[in-house]
């Protein structure tokens, strides 16, 4: 079946520390986003990108890069220098950019000790 | 002023009850409104999607669209606890960007 997998499912980080988490879709999907929620609060976007090779920022990109090397996959790097990066940070994919639905992945759940 | 604003409730309803739904957004170039439901600790699935004004229904789900006055609604007949999550609002704003801009959520409670 296609979907989206998203590892780890939990992932436990020190402070200082940069951590990658795995976005892998096999829909064939153009566009793939990365998204944070908070508890009690609605997904922010934090990177999207419409085709390979090519992502833009979010609405807090500050703190996280990624990477759009193959169709398939879109990694997300959450770095020392994210000041309070414990949250639920969901990947999604779309046909193409815009106009489509989202399809979520599992989730990862990233809690800084 | 929010992009797409909720209110979060606890919007409590009885089994078997109408549960509805709003969401107001704030940008009148928005094309795409979707409503995804997620129970806690999951990621969001997808209900509805609809596109331009009116009704859409689907089973026992209902989504209302009125874009002159900005506002998208999700109506539940008969509404069971297994209905009871968190709703969110989603918009897709073409402005310069593709981007979808989620609301922060109405909490739902179906009391059997």
């Known amino acids: 079946d296609g979907g989206i997998t998203q590892s780890p499912k939990y992932l436990f980080r020190k402070e200082g520390q940069n951590v990658t988490l795995s976005c892998e879709q096999n829909?064939?999907?153009?566009?793939m986003y990365w998204y944070r929620q908070d508890p009690g609060q609605g997904l922010r976007l934090i990177y999207y990108?419409?085709?390979?090779?090519?992502?833009q920022k979010g609405d807090i990109a500050e703190g996280y890069s990624v990477s759009r090397e193959k169709k398939e996959s879109f990694p997300l790097t959450v770095t020392s220098a994210q000041k309070n990066p414990t949250a639920f940070y969901l990947c999604a994919s779309s046909i193409r950019a815009g106009a489509n639905v989202l399809t979520f992945g599992a989730g990862s759940r990233l809690t800084v000790l | 002023q929010k992009e797409v604003e909720q209110n979060s409730g606890p919007l409590s309803v009885p089994e078997g009850a109408i549960a509805s739904l709003n969401c107001t957004y704030s940008d009148r170039g928005s094309q795409s409104f979707f409503w995804y439901r997620q129970y806690s600790g999951k990621s969001p699935e997808l209900i509805m999607s609809i596109y331009s004004n009116g009704d859409k229904e689907d089973g026992r789900f209902t989504a209302q669209l009125n874009k002159a006055s900005q506002y998208v609604s999700l109506l539940i007949r008969d509404s069971q606890p297994s209905d009871s999550a968190t709703y969110l609002c989603?918009?897709?704003?073409?402005?310069?960007?593709?981007?979808?801009?989620f609301g922060t959520g109405t909490r739902l409670k179906v009391l059997a």
């Open positions: 990108s419409q085709i390979v090779n090519d992502f």
């Open positions: 989603a918009v897709n704003i073409i402005t310069g960007t593709y981007k979808y801009i």
């Open positions: 829909l064939n999907h153009d566009a």
